[in-house]
């Protein structure tokens, strides 16, 4: 039993020292060139507005139901007057930017990690090579770019749908006006709120968009392996952004130390 798991330990590790080699080699090759800016700029389409739908009908929601959690929690203070500031820090600086990593891990990681995949197991991908083309520069650090540039912008717009749909629940249960509303979100963001934690959503594109593509680039096993890929791009990249995320937090907060 032991030896078993000492096994998988060391093959879980094994995979994730490949899958940063892999992130790592990609980011090295975007700075070189030729450089896929066409390709690029498609992938980003792909992931970011074609994402769109379903980030602001999911930061209106997390708005709704926060801002009624919330109400019922400080209802019991007489402190309902912060319930836009509350609402705005928790979504700014936390829910936002995890919630959007998680939708987009489901939605994109899926996506690459079958697309690649089942290139690989149909041969597309040598294909390519066959015909000098740099397969893993056209094909992986494209979508990992993409990953990277679209998933600062999904935050931003997670989070203002989420103020909104705050904005949407408070006016509907105490009738306060969309003035008194926003002036009171966003008295208390700060610059030190705002920018970090929608910039580590880049380091939660770069995660999706790696570990999606090494398992689509490493995918055998026919369209059992796809199958696989695809599941196992969305559970993994999920359970990395959500540990990477308690490390980017501590670090912002020594960077960006929170003042009274």
């Known amino acids: 039993m032991v030896v078993r798991v000492g096994d998988l330990i060391l093959t879980f590790l094994a995979w994730v020292g490949d899958t940063a080699l892999f992130g790592a080699r990609a980011l090295y090759e975007a700075l070189l060139p030729p450089y896929e800016f066409k390709e690029t700029w498609r992938h980003v389409y792909e992931i970011g507005w074609r994402s769109l739908p379903l980030i602001a009908l999911a930061g209106l929601a997390i708005g709704v139901v926060l801002s009624m959690h919330t109400r019922a929690s400080l209802e019991r203070f007489g402190a309902e ?42 041969e597309q991908i040598d294909a390519l090579e066959a015909v000098a083309v ?8 494209t979508r990992i770019l993409a990953c990277i540039l679209a998933m600062p912008l999904l935050t931003a717009v997670i989070d203002f749908c989420g103020i909104f749909g705050g904005y949407l629940a408070e006016t509907s249960t105490s009738g306060m006006s969309m003035q008194l509303y926003f002036h009171r979100a966003f008295s208390v963001l700060q610059f030190s709120d705002f920018v970090p934690a929608t910039l580590k959503t880049a380091v939660f594109g770069f995660i999706i968009g790696t570990v999606a593509s090494y398992l689509g680039f490493t995918t055998t096993q026919g369209t059992e392996g796809v199958g696989r890929t695809s599941t196992s791009s969305v559970v993994l990249s999920s359970i990395c952004i959500i540990l990477i995320n308690v490390v980017l937090v501590k670090l912002i907060f020594l960077l960006f130390p929170v003042r009274a």
């Open 81 to 122: 007057a912060m319930i836009p500031a509350v609402l705005a820090v928790a979504l700014v600086r936390e829910t936002g930017p995890l919630v959007a990593g998680l939708l987009v891990a489901g939605r994109v990681g899926a996506g690459i990690g079958a697309e690649l995949g089942a290139m690989k197991v149909t």
């Open 134 to 141: 740099d397969s893993f520069k056209f094909l992986a650090v």
